[in-house]
T-cell receptor
Framework: AQRVTQPEKLLSVFKGAPVELKCNYSYSGSPELFWYVQYSRQRLQLLLRHISRESIKGFTADLNKGETSFHLKKPFAQEEDSAMYYCALSGRGSGAGSYQLTFGKGTKLSVIP | NAGVTQTPKFQVLKTGQSMTLQCAQDMNHNSMYWYRQDPGMGLRLIYYSASEGTTDKGEVPNGYNVSRLNKREFSLRLESAAPSQTSVYFC????????????FGSGTQLSVL
């Protein structure tokens, strides 16, 4: 079974401070991990995925297989970063040729001006 | 380019009433998904369809049925609504490729009184 854990429901930081949103996973295979973001009144959208090794809006995330973690980081938080962040893991579903995305419970990031 | 379109955006039901949530995507994706989003619970998969003609249960399928009408459309039906089904429902689509990102609809806010 695959599981994603985000230990913090709410994270408040001051503008300009570093941000780290924690994510740990449990999966028997080789994981494909994502961060999705939901800004106020907007639909969920992909922020970044580990296979791309990209930096989006200043955010990065490194897959640490030893610690089974995929923490999201940004060196200097901005007010527009305030949003709900979900860590997600892609794994095989029960149906043939299917993949499921399992989400963590989410962390609400609040950046204080 | 509309992406994933859900209707309705808001709905209020009385306990025991039935309704169908509609979802359509114009990206020619094979896989489609229904999630529910509850505070503190994150997103939980209700049902998914890996390809046209197939559907599979997700994490929380009880009380729901789905129909993959064609490649574009994937509907979610509540036969006898219960207050526990008060939630925000999201439809999503993707290609059934490991590591592929999901595209989400804007959500349906459902209240069951």
């Amino acid at each position: 079974a695959q599981r994603v854990t985000q230990p913090e429901k709410l994270l408040s930081v001051f503008k300009g401070a570093p941000v780290e949103l924690k994510c740990n996973y449990s999966y028997s295979g080789s994981p494909e991990l994502f961060w999705y973001v939901q800004y106020s009144r907007q639909r969920l959208q992909l922020l970044l995925r580990h296979i791309s090794r990209e930096s989006i809006k200043g955010f990065t995330a490194d897959l640490n297989k030893g610690e089974t973690s995929f923490h999201l980081k940004k060196p200097f938080a901005q007010e527009e970063d305030s949003a709900m962040y979900y860590c997600a893991l892609s794994g095989r579903g029960s149906g043939a040729g299917s993949y499921q995305l399992t989400f963590g419970k989410g962390t609400k990031l609040s950046v204080i001006p | 380019n509309a992406g994933v379109t859900q209707t309705p955006k808001f709905q209020v039901l009385k306990t025991g009433q039935s309704m169908t949530l509609q979802c359509a995507q114009d990206m020619n994706h094979n896989s489609m998904y229904w999630y529910r989003q509850d505070p503190g619970m994150g997103l939980r998969l209700i049902y998914y369809s890996a390809s046209e003609g197939t559907t599979d249960k997700g994490e929380v399928p009880n009380g729901y049925n789905v129909s993959r009408l064609n490649k574009r459309e994937f509907s979610l039906r509540l036969e006898s609504a219960a207050p526990s089904q008060t939630s925000v429902y999201f439809c999503a689509s993707s290609e059934p490729v490991e590591g592929e990102k999901l595209f989400f609809g804007s959500g349906t806010q459902l209240s069951v009184l």
